[in-house]
């Protein structure tokens, strides 16, 4: 089975082109779904958070505005609910992708924003950056409500740039261009990475 790892800062169309990825046959696996599912009632980490960080629970889930507040009182919250929160995921991860490949499943892509972040880059046989250029990628994020550029730039701030992005990429989408444009360099991926030829770039643990 190849795993390929997407990622793509705020606003250049990361989850588009996921379902683009799914149309041609790849299973999704989403970061952002599965810490929702771990903070739900009956989530693995509900149990440490509320241990971790007395308040936050309500009604068996993590209430993730409380939890906002506890992390901005503490400088070394974030640490601490890092420690919880990603050894689950990774384990989930871990679990979800062996399930796939025992399916028989030929392309798994990991959909997560913080890639490089995390380190996950390296677990994987390649990196699909998603791109577009910045005025583009300012006014699809600047026209969602609440949304000011101050906010804008100090998401951004906490991304890794997205020249960075594109320079340690195995494959980048462009998605300024439309839909059809975009789909067509998805198509042009999955081709590839699924020809018995392809070797990996990159080598998995």
């Known amino acids: 089975m190849i795993v390929l790892g997407l990622t793509g800062s705020i606003g250049m169309g990361?989850?588009?082109t996921a379902a683009m990825f799914a149309e041609f046959g790849?299973?999704?696996?989403?970061?952002?779904?599965?810490?929702?599912?771990l903070y739900a009632p009956g989530g693995a980490a509900v149990g440490p958070i509320a241990d971790?960080?007395?308040g936050v629970v309500i009604?068996?889930?993590?209430?993730?505005a409380r939890l906002a507040e506890a992390l901005g009182r503490d400088e070394t919250a974030f640490r601490r609910?890092?420690?919880?929160?990603?050894?689950?995921?990774?384990?989930?991860?871990?679990?979800?992708?062996?399930?796939?490949?025992?399916?028989?499943?030929?392309?798994?892509?990991l959909d997560i924003p913080?890639?490089?972040?995390?380190?996950?880059?390296?677990?994987?046989?390649?990196?699909?950056?998603?791109?577009?250029?910045a005025e583009v990628q300012a006014a699809?994020?600047?026209?969602?409500?609440?949304?000011?550029?101050?906010?804008?730039?100090?998401i951004l701030a906490r991304q890794t740039p997205d020249a960075e992005k594109r320079a340690r990429a195995d494959f980048v989408i462009e998605t300024g261009e439309g839909m059809e444009a975009a789909r067509d360099q998805v198509r042009a991926v999955v081709a590839t990475v699924l020809n018995p030829?392809?070797?990996s770039p990159r080598r998995r643990p």
């Open 14 to 16: 990361k989850s588009t």
């Open 26 to 37: 790849a299973l999704i696996w989403n970061a952002d779904a599965a810490v929702h599912a």
């Open 52 to 54: 971790a960080f007395p």
């Open 59 to 64: 009604d068996g889930a993590v209430d993730r």
């Open 81 to 109: 609910l890092e420690t919880i929160v990603h050894p689950l995921v990774l384990q989930g991860r871990s679990a979800d992708l062996e399930a796939a490949e025992r399916a028989g499943v030929r392309l798994a892509v």
């Open 114 to 133: 913080l890639l490089f972040e995390t380190g996950v880059y390296a677990a994987v046989d390649a990196v699909v950056v998603v791109t577009t250029r």
């Open 140 to 154: 699809r994020v600047l026209a969602r409500p609440g949304m000011t550029r101050e906010r804008l730039d100090a």
């Open 197 to 199: 030829l392809w070797t």
